[in-house]
């Protein structure tokens, strides 16, 4: 009688564990299929928002402050060429020659966190991209695992124009200021088709906390970045698409 019950008991956690599992199967399927079919509508659809703007919109509304969302989108060959060469010089310089990961960027960053040194992160213009547009604010090993997903799935179904074009659509650069066409409005009153190579380092320059650091008055540390951005534009040259 004991021996049935135990029978009983083993066969139904199997059937249990079994129905988990295939429901667990169609979950990951049905992620998979419109995770794919998501980011391949925004090869060709520009994204309409993303959370961190309505995120910041919040925060707006929470410290009483007016809307504000100054965005305009302009296509890849309409972006200055300073600008695209700013942004890879500032961010990603072996953007053209990854497949989304700065190998010995990220192992250069685990290394100072783990001595408790504070330094800037491993993120490719791509994974940036990805976290942008398909994800929320934020740090967490689940989102990192959920941007590097994306990030394959641009590096596979985007072209490295897209990537860069999208990315300096949507990338935050100021209070309320997104994409470059908004900034080079908001700071120098002109299109980001006209940028100069010194206003647009100046620009990028300030990527890492947009929030903090302004080129309308740009501290020391932002001019020395800005140096630093230019010789590498000199260095790195035109962008070989």
Same mark, same amino acid.
């Given at each position: 009688m004991?021996?049935?019950?135990?029978?009983? /008991?083993?066969?139904?956690?199997q059937?249990?564990?079994?129905?988990?599992?295939?429901?667990?199967?169609k979950v990951?399927?049905?992620?998979?299929?419109?995770?794919?079919i998501?980011? &391949?509508?925004?090869?060709?659809i %520009?994204p309409p928002? /993303?959370?961190?703007?309505?995120?910041? %919109?919040?925060?707006?509304?929470?410290? %009483?402050?007016?809307r504000?969302m100054?965005?305009?989108?302009?296509?890849? $060959?309409?972006?200055?060429?300073n600008?695209k060469r +700013? +942004?890879?010089s500032? $961010?990603?310089?072996?953007?053209?020659?990854h497949? !989304?990961?700065?190998?010995?960027?990220?192992?250069?960053a685990?290394?100072?966190?783990a001595? !408790?040194?504070?330094?800037?992160?491993?993120?490719?213009?791509?994974?940036? /991209?990805a976290?942008?547009?398909?994800?929320?604010?934020g740090?967490s090993y689940?989102?990192k695992?959920f941007e590097?997903y994306? /990030?394959? &799935?641009?590096?596979?179904?985007?072209?490295?124009?897209?990537?860069?074009?999208?990315?300096?659509n949507?990338? $935050?650069?100021?209070?309320?200021?997104?994409?470059?066409?908004a +900034?080079?409005?908001?700071?120098?009153?002109?299109s980001?088709?006209?940028?100069?190579?010194s206003?647009?380092? &100046?620009?990028?320059?300030?990527?890492?906390?947009p929030?903090r650091?302004?080129p309308?008055?740009p501290?020391?540390?932002?001019?020395?970045?800005?140096?630093?951005?230019?010789?590498?534009?000199?260095?790195?040259?035109?962008?070989?698409?």
């Amino acid at each position: 009688m004991a021996k049935r019950k135990a029978k009983s /008991t083993n066969s139904k956690k199997q059937s249990l564990l079994k129905r988990i599992s295939i429901i667990a199967g169609k979950v990951l399927l049905w992620f998979f299929l419109v995770s794919v079919i998501w980011v &391949l509508a925004y090869r060709f659809i %520009n994204p309409p928002t /993303t959370l961190l703007m309505i995120q910041r %919109n919040w925060e707006r509304k929470a410290d %009483n402050k007016p809307r504000k969302m100054a965005q305009k989108w302009v296509k890849f $060959e309409d972006i200055s060429d300073n600008m695209k060469r +700013a +942004a890879v010089s500032a $961010e990603d310089q072996l953007f053209l020659q990854h497949m !989304g990961f700065d190998i010995k960027a990220i192992e250069k960053a685990y290394a100072s966190n783990a001595k !408790g040194k504070k330094v800037k992160g491993g993120s490719t213009i791509s994974q940036q /991209t990805a976290k942008n547009v398909f994800l929320w604010p934020g740090r967490s090993y689940i989102r990192k695992g959920f941007e590097a997903y994306f /990030t394959l &799935l641009i590096e596979l179904l985007w072209s490295k124009e897209r990537i860069l074009e999208v990315y300096l659509n949507v990338i $935050e650069m100021g209070d309320g200021i997104y994409g470059a066409e908004a +900034a080079s409005q908001a700071y120098y009153g002109k299109s980001c088709s006209n940028l100069s190579r010194s206003e647009a380092s &100046l620009i990028a320059a300030c990527f890492p906390n947009p929030l903090r650091w302004t080129p309308k008055r740009p501290t020391g540390y932002i001019r020395h970045r800005q140096y630093l951005i230019m010789r590498n534009m000199k260095r790195l040259g035109p962008l070989d698409f």
